[in-house]
């Protein structure tokens, strides 16, 4: 079956403009991650759903960051007033909720601002 | 908070074993994975252990868990070229919805 997608692949932008970055989901997959890999890094958690649950924000790094899940499926991460500190690549994650470390990883957002 | 800790560089010879190692803080943890990352691609799930086990093999993986000392190791036997990647281990608590925490990577470097 289809795995994690994540578009756009890669996204060039200049500081200051904002950035949507999209996840789908494995279907039927009731948790949904985002994290942050900067060149050389490990992963950084910024947000998780979880069903109906109110999501865990604990991670995001600022209040220009947010992000949403429709209707239990595709979520939307949204970059207001990208800075070039916010290069990096965010990788979204989808698991079926009974063991949260068995994640199913999508290929990435090479997000680079100018 | 939870914390996950890795070496961040290994490098073996073709048809050695490798042995990344990594440890953590959480006493409660329930699950500890490995994940393997190729270049330009996101995480994929190699392998995980629950944490009233002691060892866990498949295939050419073995992971060994020591909760006494929280530690846990990825033995990888006759290494390949394509095994070169960076490994990531991770735990999650108990309680099923939970966050999971990530190691900060273990590159591998195989040398032909």
């Known amino acids: 079956g289809a795995g994690v997608s994540q578009s756009p692949s890669n996204k060039v932008t200049e500081k200051g403009k904002d950035v949507e970055l999209r996840c789908d989901p494995i279907?039927?997959?009731?948790?949904l991650y985002w994290y942050r890999q900067s060149l050389g890094q490990g992963l950084e958690f910024l947000i998780y759903?979880?069903?109906?649950?109110?999501?865990?924000k604990s991670g995001l790094p600022s209040d220009r960051f947010s992000a949403e899940r429709t209707g239990g499926s595709v979520s939307t991460l949204t970059i207001q007033r990208t800075q070039q500190e916010d290069s990096a690549v965010y990788l979204c994650?989808?698991?079926?909720?009974?063991?949260?470390?068995?994640?199913?990883f999508g290929p990435g957002t090479r997000l680079l601002v100018l | 908070g939870e914390d996950v800790e890795q070496s961040l560089f290994l490098s073996v010879r073709e048809g050695d074993s490798s042995v990344i190692n990594c440890t953590y803080t959480d006493s409660s943890s329930t699950y500890l994975y490995w994940y393997k990352q190729e270049p330009g691609a996101g995480l994929q799930l190699l392998t995980y252990?629950?944490?009233?086990?002691d060892m866990k093999q498949d295939q050419r993986l073995t992971v060994l868990l020591n909760k006494k000392d929280k530690h846990l190791s990825l033995r990888i036997a006759d290494t390949q070229t394509g095994d070169s990647a960076i490994y990531f281990c991770?735990?999650?608590?108990?309680?099923?919805?939970?966050?999971?925490?990530f190691g900060t990577g273990t590159k591998l470097q195989v040398i032909p």
């Open positions: 759903f979880q069903g109906n649950s109110a999501p865990d």
């Open positions: 991770a735990e999650s608590p108990p309680g099923g919805y939970q966050k999971v925490t």
């Open positions: 994650a989808s698991s079926p909720g009974d063991r949260p470390g068995t994640q199913y």
């Open positions: 252990i629950f944490s009233n086990m």
């Open positions: 279907s039927g997959h009731t948790a």
